[in-house]
């Protein structure tokens, strides 16, 4: 290893690691995103789908992306022109740095929303609703004013900023191992608070009861889409985690837990957001209006409500803040390795780019809300292309690149480094060399179709 791969940083401990992957993995995509697509998609049925895609492909592609970040030491692009200097094979890795742009640019604003819920909560201006209509009527002024959008997208992108700044292990190591055990705390006492409520078994039957019928193909692939988003997969934030992890690590394991983690995170974050909902007698809205239109109802009418409150968006901002810190590292860590920037260079003028790219997202339910293509506003259109697109097309070339292309047995290779045992190899090539890159082509083609 030369100086410089010596001085992009390394994580201090797997343990470390570990976190800061699952800090990366678990977001506002367990939190805000996995209940609400839950209800709508038939319960347990949808469970059960979600939890076979991350077993049979989510997992498989994650120690796909941690092997070729290890291997390397590299970000996304010089990883893949690391292993495979011909062809064209870095553009992938160049997709992943644009996805991360992307989806930072408007995660950055629904993280900047919990903030502003954080503060409104301390004021108790959110727990005052008498129905779920009037909370989403507040939501939607709040929404719509550019000045608080902006404010807040703007604490947002400074906290990453700042964070990412002070490198990986002083920076996001040091953050995550911090933040991730607090998220964990808020979260299990709130589920406490919620299971205990009188009524409160009706939520957990409607979560969780498998509902086989309400269970279409469009749910399973929202599964599917959804187990890539969650697990933070398809733009090289694994890659990028994995480059800084030493050689003495197991990777296998590393992947397994992080999975295991971000997929208990999100169940859990059912457990506690619709039992409270049945609780207090009020509908779960079938879509993404239930954080911020149904939970300030359900918390103006319950006992603390207001104390729990600033828990649970204190606890989507932590969530958000662990994912936002992996987004800016992908394109800042392209930055530092390849065009040779200082990390203080790169994550300032990266961070800024990428808040700027975000004010149009910031005023989209506002003073930009009536630009539409396609029935959608900039906020919509970065999030579809981004999710929809160069997430799956990132993670079915990500298979294609380690079954085909680099090939299994220099991949297990990297595995097997320190004796590791991994009792699963021939699955694993066989995952990623048939099942995965097959079911990752269906749905990008049922996207591309409009289904
Ligand atoms: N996994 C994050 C979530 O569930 O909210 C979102 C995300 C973070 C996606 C980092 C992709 C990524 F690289």
Known sequence: MNDFEKSRGFWGSRAGFVIAAAGSAIGLGNIWKFPYITGQHGGGAFVIVYLICIVLIGIPIMLAEFTIGRKTHKNPVGAYKNIHPAGLWFLVGGMGVLAGFMILSFYSVVAGWTIAYVVRSIFMLVTQFETAADAGKYFGNFASNPFEALLFHTIFMSLCISIVIKGVRSGIEKSCDILMPTLLFILVLLVIRSLTLKGAWAGVVFYLKPEFSKLTAQGVLVALGHAFFSLSLGMGAMITYGSYLSKKEN?????????????????????????????????????????????????????????????????????????????????????????????????????????????????????????????????????????????????????????????????????????????????????????????????????????
């Open 251 to 451: 990777l296998a394991s590393s992947a397994l837990i992080v999975g295991a983690l971000d997929t208990v995170i999100a169940l859990l974050a059912g457990l506690m957001i619709f039992p409270a909902v049945f609780a207090m007698g009020l509908e779960p809205s079938a879509g993404p209006g239930l954080v911020f239109h149904v939970l300030p109802a359900v918390f103006s009418k319950m006992p603390f409500g207001n104390i729990v409150s600033i828990a649970f968006f204190t606890l989507l901002a932590i969530a958000a803040l662990t994912s936002g810190i992996s987004l800016l590292e992908v394109v800042v860590a392209y930055f530092i390795d390849e065009i040779r920037w200082s990390r203080k260079k790169a994550v300032l003028i990266v961070g800024s780019v990428i808040f700027i790219l975000g004010i149009p997202s910031a005023l989209s339910f506002g003073a930009f809300g009536e630009y539409k293509l396609f029935g959608m506003n900039f906020f919509d259109i970065v999030d579809h292309i981004a999710s929809n697109y160069l997430l799956p097309l990132g993670g079915l070339l990500i298979c294609v690149f380690v079954a085909w292309v680099w090939g299994p047995k220099p991949a297990l290779e990297e595995i097997h480094i320190g004796e590791h045992k991994f009792p699963f190899a021939g699955g694993w090539v066989f995952l990623v060399k048939y099942i995965s890159p097959v079911a990752v082509g269906i749905i990008l083609i049922a996207k591309l179709m409009g289904k």
